[in-house]
C-alpha cells in the first residue's frame, strides 16, 4: 500500500482531474506524486471532471477502500478550475424552486432553479442543466435550464448522458461560424502563390460508407520503374488561422467526437463536410506527400507540397475491396490503381512486420441506431486488404512528414509511443503462462519489454479463441500515445519519428502540423513564433482531450449495444472470459461488450481464486475458469443506463 508522501512546507500540493466511474461514490485524481483515490465525503464541492488540488487523507473509510485500488488516500483540499459546466438530472417543483438532483451519485449538491423560468416542466423530467454558481459553505448551487429530455426512456437521453458528462461543447461561437460562413475558396489565388496544379491527375478517396467528411485522398503513378503513392491531405489551416475565432474553438475541443447519433466536429460544418472535405468533382486545396518507392517498397525520395486537386471517385472501402476481389470497373486505369496500390501497401506493411510493428486485434463493434434513435443493430468493423491499405499510406506520410520537419530543424508536434511498463508485463506472465504457445516466447526479452517477444504473442494467439482477449490484454499493459513537441519514436508502430498529418478536420495535432509544414516550405508566417511557444501547452492539451473522447465515444456505443440486448435476455451466446475475480468472472460477448457472472451462478460449490493466475477454481469439480476460455452463457438482464449487463452460464 503506498505510504503518504514527504512534502516540505514551501512545496506545492499536488493536483489533477478528478474522475469518477460511472456509477461510483469515489474517484481518482492523477498527479505527478501518483494517483489519489477520493471517497465522497472527501471531495468537498468538487465536481467530476474539475481540476482539483489534493492533500493526504486521515479518513478511515478513504484509508480502507483506497488499498484495494493501490492508490494513495486523499481529500480535495480546493478546486482550481471548474470544468463541469453542466449536469443532468430530475426535475422535481419545490415552490419558488425547480431543484435539479443530478443523476450522478457522487455528486451531493441538487442545483436551485427558479420555478418561475420553467414553469411548464414537469415534476420528474429530465433536463440538462448549465451551473452559473457552484456550492460553498455559504451558498448553495444554483443555474439556468438549458434542454428538457424527457423521462429517463428517451433514446437520445443516454448520449445526451455522456456528452454532459465528459463536458463536450455541443456549439460554435457566432464569430466562428460568421468566419466560416466567409472562407472561400480561391483556386486561382492559390495557384498564383506556388501551389501545384494536380487536377489533371488520377485522384481518389477511401473512406467507410457513413463518412460524412473526406479529408484523404490517395493516387498511384509508375515512372521509369519507380512506384509513387501520393497521399492529398485537405488544407484546412488556407481557412483556419492561427488564433482566429475558429482555430481557438476547435483548440479547446482538440478533436472531433464520434457517437452513435452524431459528430461533434471540432470545425464548423462550412470547413468539415463542405470547403475542407475532398468531394469527387470538386476542386480543393490540399498539403501533397508524392513518395517513391523502389521494388522493395523502400522510401529511395518524396516531395511535399501545397496543391489544387480534383477527386475523381469516392470509394467506400467495400467497394474497394471488390475491386480488389476481382471485380473491374468500368474505368479500368482506377482498377489499375487501387490493385497496385494495394500491393505496394502490402509490401509497406510486411517491411513493419519485420521490424516487429504492434498489430492489435481489436473488435470494432458499432451500434447501428434507427430514426428515434433506438439501436436496431451492431455492425462489426473487420480489417480488410482495403482498410489496410489506406492505413500503411497514412502511416507512410505521416512518417515522411514527422522525418521531413526533423531533418530540417523545425518544430513538430510528434505522436510518440514509450515501451510498456516492466511491471505491467511481469505481471502477465502468470496468465499467458496458462497457454501452450507461451513457451515459445523469449521470456528474459519479454521482461525488457522488446518489440519481438511481443509481436510474437500477437501473432502466436491470432485466431486462436483467447487471441483478441490477448490482445486486450497486452494493449493495457501498453503506455498510452501521446503528443509531444520532442521526439521520442513510436514503439508500437517500431517508428523513429512519427506525428498525426492527415486528418486536420478532425485532430488539432494534424491542422498544427500543416502549419509548421507550410512554414517550412513557404516561408514562416507571422503566427510561427507564437505557435513554436505554445506547442507543449497544445500538444498536453491535444493528448487529454482525444482521451476524453475515445471514452466517452467507447462508452456511448457500448451503452447502446446494452440498450438493444434487451431484447436478447434469457438467449444463450458464446463468450470469452476476459476478467476474473474471487466474486465472479467477466466475459466478452461477440457484440464487442462485456457482462458479469457472479461467482454464486457458476455453481453451488465454493471456488478458490488464484490472483496471479486470474482463475477461479470449484474444488469438488476442479472445473477452472480462466481468461481467454471461451464459455456458453445466457443474457440474464441489461440495463443501458448504468452500462450494466449481467449473464447466467447457459443451460441454467
Sequence with gaps: MPSKPYRSKNRPKPFGVLRVPRLARFGFVETPEGEFFISSSDMD??????L????????????????RHGSIPGKVSRVLERRCTHLIGSYHIADPFGVVVPEDACIKHDIFTLLKDNPSIEDGTLVKVRITQYPSRASAATGVIEAVLGNADNP?????????????????????LMQAKEARLDIEGALAAGYRDLRSRRIFTIDPADARDFDDAISYEEIDGYRFIGVHIADVCAYVPFDSYIDLNARRRGTSVYLPDRVLPMLPEELSNELCSLKPDEERLCMSVDMCFDKHAKLIRYDIYPSVIKSSCRFTYEQAQSVLEGSDLSDMDLTHD????????????????????????KLETKAVLDEEGYCVDVAIRRKTPATEMIEQAMIAANECVASHLKNHGFPCIYRVHGRPDAQKLEGLIEVFGEFSWFKNIDVGQYRLGEAKPLFEILTLSAKRDEGTLVSAILLKSMKRALYSPENKGHFGLSSDCYCHFTSPIRRYPDLMVHRLLKDQIMGKGKAFDNMELMLQEIAEHSSETEYRAEQASREANEMKIIEYLERYVGKSFSGVISGVSASGI?????????????????????????PGRYTLTG?????????GKRIAVKIASTDAATHTLNLNLAGK
Design 156 to 176: 437520445r437521453v443516454i448520449i445526451e448522458r455522456v456528452i454532459t458528462e465528459h463536458g463536450f461543447e455541443t456549439s460554435f461561437s457566432e464569430n466562428a
Design 586 to 610: 467477466w466475459a466478452r460477448l461477440e457484440f464487442g461488450v462485456e457482462g458479469y457472472l457472479r461467482v454464486s451462478d457458476l455453481g453451488e460449490e465454493e471456488f478458490a481464486f488464484d
Design 619 to 627: 474444488r469438488e469439480s476442479n472445473k477452472t475458469y480462466r481468461l
Design 52 to 67: 482539483v488540488e489534493v492533500v493526504y487523507s486521515n479518513n478511515r473509510n478513504t484509508k480502507t477502500k483506497q488499498g
Design 45 to 50: 464541492f468538487a465536481f467530476p471532471g474539475d
Design 338 to 361: 487501387l490493385r497496385a496500390t494495394a500491393r505496394l501497401t502490402k509490401q509497406l506493411e510486411d517491411r513493419a512486420k519485420a521490424r516487429y510493428a504492434l498489430e492489435f486485434d
